[in-house]
């Protein structure tokens, strides 16, 4: 449990940044920091549970199209979180399409990087 708090921590760093650089992504709730870290909630509970069999489910399509559909894999895990905080919450993070999405699963993977790298330290 103490490692799932660590690592919903770490993702809410990295979607406030990420929500603070893209001006596609916005952050639904009074304060803020709330629809991120709702919004962070539901990625890591998508990344620890589902994400996982779906990677490998899709592994051969994966090969075929040259990676280009995990990009679609995260833009989905990124709406489905985004969708279930705002419906179960009132509180989230918008996003504004495909191509924010993708800009900003890259600066989660990021910002998550070296987040996990300096507490690790």
Known sequence: MKGFLIRWAILTIAAGVMVVLLPGMHAVGAPPIL???AFSLFMALLNASIKPVVQMLALPFSILTFG???LVINWLFM???SWLALSLFGVGVTIDGFLW???GSLIMSIVSGIVSAAFSS
């Open 35 to 37: 629809g991120v870290a």
């Open 68 to 70: 280009l559909l995990a």
């Open 79 to 81: 709406e489905l979180a």
């Open 101 to 103: 999405a993708v800009l």
